[in-house]
Structure formats: structure tokens, C-alpha cells
């Protein structure tokens, strides 16, 4: 602990356990650093993510799955918080905000929430001390009177780019490789860039996009790509733990969400000295140039952008040397748990 007595805290993730995403990631990140801080952790999840959790934090199973408003997850939750006695309790996310606000302890704390995306409100988070927003675009939407903004951060690798990996999969190292990363969901847009992806492949024909992730429109992406005849120009790998190589041997890494809180993959690709281009959205709209948006999120805006920045990927490259930079020193793990324990003292009462 670096600025004075260590902290009981305890973090709560509401998800149901079934995808391992941004905001999972960003709390078992956020728990291992804040405990190498000196600080006892423990986690409150669904009981598919204990393994997520290592010695030395302490992990607590409890059914997630389970709606907000089950009374069985309310009692269930309540034991846990008032046998930990926790002095920071810190809700990750929506679900996790609403259900420890309908917690009640004899047992003093306080409550922090952090929120990962743009809401159309923040009444979840009504009985927490303190808001933490995840970029600039959400932080400027809240109305909160204990709003903070504390930007994820990811391990800093500082040397990644210049690390000689072995081409992903097993095409022609003269392929030039287009790289997106994410749940395979709706929200993510991965429609939008294949079509986009089909306007501009017959002018590219060295370029090959592979699409990492998994989820429920996976089906309907791959029926997608068939019906365009882009089976040769699109793959899709599924889920993978360890993207780095990916980043690492990429050319480009193309974002095409319609919403966004703060993109781990922005920062990943951006670490591993990896060009980026986006759909203007919370993150690429704070790190990237405006040369690298798209205009809107359609597929005719992202095709314009792709094509005018495969022909010079170099220069893209060049254009967000800056941003690389940027990400490497101040978007790192440590960083969002210093910050992060800064307002837990802020908050904590004297």
C-alpha cells in the first residue's frame, strides 16, 4: 500500500459468466494490480470466472446468471458483503451497481461504481459515493456529483513492436493482414465491416481480414461472408486467449462498434505498434487523428476509409505514432490502479 493503511475492498461483477469480455478483463486486471498494492481483494462473481481470480485474491462464487431483481441473488450477495465486511465496495459495470445498492450492512463502506459504456441513465449507480466513467465521452455524459475519470489500462509491453513473431495462421506472408477483435454481438458491427470489407477486396486483393471472437451472431456473420463470396478474404479463428501475436503481425486493426465504453482493442493494437481505424466511438475518438474515424457508421463510410488507408498503410502508421506512444506510458495497468485507489481514498470517509 503506498499511501498509508491497506484497504479491505470488494469487487463485484455482475455478468453471467458465460464470455470472458472488456469489463470482465478490466476487473481481474484492476483486482491483481490493487492486491500488489498491498490491498485485500475480493471478488464477487459468477462461479465460471473463479479460476480468473488467483491467490492471492479472494474469490467468492455467487449466481449471476440470476436476473437483478432475484431475491435469491439478493441474499446470496448480502451474506457475502457483510461476512467480508469490506471498507471499499467497488460494483463493475450496470447489474453490479443496482444489485449492491440493494444491499444493506450494518457494517460501514464505501460504494464506488465504475461505468463501462453509454447509458441512457445512471440511477443504478444512485447509491454509490463515487462514479468512475472509462473515457472521456462517457465521463462528460455523467451527471453524478462524485464523477471521476480513470481510462483502463492494459499491460505495458513496451517492446512488443519490435518483437519478430511468426505470421498468424498459416497464409502468404505477402497478405496483408486486417485484423478486428470482439464478441461476436450486434453492437459490435462486424456486419458492417464485412460489408464494407466486400466494396473494397476487389481493389485489395493481397488483403485478408481475420475477424477473432466468438458469440452468438457468429452464424449469421459466416452465412454473411458466404453469401458475399468473401470465404477466401475473411476468417474467423473463434476465440483466442492470447491475441498479442495477432496484434503484433497485423498490418491494420479495424474497429467497426456502434457503441463503446473504452476499447481494449484499441489499446492492444496501439501497444503492439499496430495502425488502427474506427467508427467514431468512446476511445478511438479520444486517442486516434480524425484521419483514421470513419464519418458515421455505415458501411459506405467504412469502405472509403479502408480503401484510402490500405493504399498507404505506412503513413497511417506514421500519422499515430503519437497515439502509440501515448498508450505505452499512460494507459497501463498500474496506472488505473493507482488512480483508482487514489479515489477510493478520496471517498473513504476520515
Known amino acids: 500500500m503506498k499511501n498509508g493503511t491497506p484497504l479491505t475492498i470488494t469487487l463485484v461483477l455482475g455478468t453471467p459468466g458465460t464470455t470472458w469480455g472488456g469489463m470482465e478483463k478490466h476487473t481481474a486486471e484492476l483486482a ?11 471478488v464477487i462473481a459468477h462461479k465460471a470466472f473463479s479460476e480468473r481470480f488467483p ?4 474469490f467468492h462464487p455467487c449466481p449471476m446468471q440470476l436476473g437483478r431483481k432475484n431475491p435469491w441473488l439478493w441474499l446470496k450477495l448480502g451474506r457475502l458483503i457483510r461476512k467480508i465486511e469490506p471498507e471499499v465496495l467497488h460494483a463493475q459495470g450496470n447489474k453490479a451497481a443496482d444489485l449492491i445498492g440493494r444491499v444493506r450492512s450494518d457494517h460501514p463502506c464505501t460504494r464506488i461504481g465504475t461505468i463501462h459504456g453509454i447509458k441512457s441513465n445512471e440511477r443504478a ?3 454509490c459515493s463515487v462514479l468512475i466513467a472509462v473515457s472521456r465521452s462517457v465521463y462528460e455524459r455523467l451527471e453524478h456529483p462524485g464523477k471521476e475519470l480513470i481510462y483502463n489500462g492494459i499491460k505495458a509491453r513496451p517492446d512488443a513492436a519490435a518483437r519478430p513473431l511468426p505470421t498468424p495462421g498459416d497464409r502468404n506472408k505477402s497478405t496483408t493482414n486486417v485484423l478486428a477483435v470482439g464478441r461476436l454481438v450486434p453492437i459490435k458491427g462486424f456486419d458492417v465491416l464485412i460489408r464494407a470489407w466486400g466494396s473494397v477486396i476487389e481493389a485489395f486483393p493481397e488483403c485478408h481480414l481475420t475477424i477473432l471472437g466468438d458469440g452468438e451472431e457468429r452464424g449469421a456473420l459466416e452465412r454473411l461472408v458466404a453469401e458475399l463470396g468473401l470465404e477466401n478474404h475473411i476468417s474467423f479463428p473463434g476465440y483466442l ?5 495477432w496484434y503484433e503481425r497485423s498490418d491494420l486493426t479495424v474497429i467497426s462498434s456502434l457503441r463503446e465504453g473504452f476499447s481494449y482493442v484499441l489499446l492492444e493494437a496501439l501497444m503492439a505498434g499496430c495502425p488502427v481505424i474506427s467508427t467514431p466511438v468512446s476511445g478511438p475518438k479520444e486517442l486516434l487523428p480524425p484521419e483514421a474515424l470513419t464519418k458515421d457508421h455505415s458501411a459506405e463510410s467504412l469502405a472509403e476509409l479502408l480503401g484510402s488507408k490500405l493504399g498507404n498503410l505506412q503513413a497511417l502508421r506514421d500519422l499515430e505514432q503519437k497515439a502509440m506512444t501515448r498508450v505505452r506510458r499512460e494507459f497501463t495497468v498500474d496506472a488505473m490502479a493507482e488512480q483508482t485507489e487514489m479515489a477510493y481514498l478520496r471517498a473513504k470517509p476520515a
Not at 55 to 58: A, E, G, K, S, T
Not at 241 to 245: D, F, K, S, V, Y
Open 125 to 127: 449507480f444512485s447509491n
Open 241 to 245: 486467449e492470447n491475441t498479442e501475436p
Open 32 to 42: 491483481g494490480a490493487l492486491a500488489k498494492r498491498g490491498h485485500q481483494i475480493h
Open 55 to 58: 491467490y492471492p485474491l479472494h
